[in-house]
């Protein structure tokens, strides 16, 4: 409403605004059309109801029941086709109207992705992406360097690891079978327990001996 207020003092016509009040009036006249297309219809059949009540008394009567009729079964075709017409001038409008709301809003989202690339380009796309994977890089060799302190600098050959662990245990195997070569033969334990205990008995009786031809000799 204010729209149009203003409309008439600018003389400028809001589009939207028009196709709304064109919908409006159209569906109005449309509801009155439907109103007299239910009037004309309970006349027709008041017609018809009094041309058979007559169709034996009073043909006269009769007759022009049925003329009436005609002239109002006519007027509902007319306004049958007038409303079909206001029918279909109300479906182009309201399509209308939505492909011109559609197409403002796709104009605004056009406008928004346009500002949102403003000093944008494919070269500083580029160049923004080759930054970022050169100071990935960057960052992989430095998490590797702190990772792995003891071999900074170092080249690790694993063939040449393998090759010296198998020499080692090559040495290894070869230490075990000369070892195996010169076992020392030991006696049973328990023989070496006898041998030990007969050699203090012979000491002890030594020495006992001794002391008697010490006696011996004093006397």
């Not at 109207?97 to 403003?118: P, S």
């Not at 023989?191 to 031809?213: F, I, P």
Request: glycine share 4%.
């Amino acid at each position: 409403m204010m729209a149009s207020f203003m409309s008439y003092f600018t003389g400028r016509r809001d589009a939207k605004q028009s196709a709304r009040d064109a919908i409006v009036s159209l569906r109005e006249q449309l509801m009155m059309i439907e109103k007299k297309e239910e009037h004309t219809q309970r006349q027709i059949e008041l017609e018809t109801a009094t041309a058979r009540a007559n169709a034996v008394t009073n043909k006269q009567a009769a007759m022009n029941a049925l003329r009436r009729k005609k002239l109002r079964e006519a007027d509902l075709d007319k306004l049958a086709g007038s409303r079909l017409q206001l029918e279909v001038q109300v479906n182009t409008l309201e399509s209308a109207n939505i492909n011109a709301n559609t197409l403002e809003v796709m104009r605004k989202g056009a406008t928004a992705l346009k500002d949102i690339h403003n000093g944008l380009s494919l070269d500083k796309v580029d160049a923004t992406m080759n930054s970022i994977n050169e100071q990935r890089e960057i960052a992989n060799e430095i998490s590797e360097m702190i990772s792995n302190p003891l071999n900074a600098g170092v080249d690790l050959d694993e063939d040449d690891l393998k090759a010296q662990l198998a020499e080692l245990e090559q040495e290894d195997l070869n230490e075990r079978l000369m070892g195996a070569d010169h076992v020392p033969v030991h006696a049973p334990a328990g023989a070496s327990r006898v041998e030990t205990r007969h050699q203090t008995a012979e000491e002890a009786e030594d020495a006992e001996l001794k002391e008697l031809q010490a006696a011996l000799a004093m006397s």
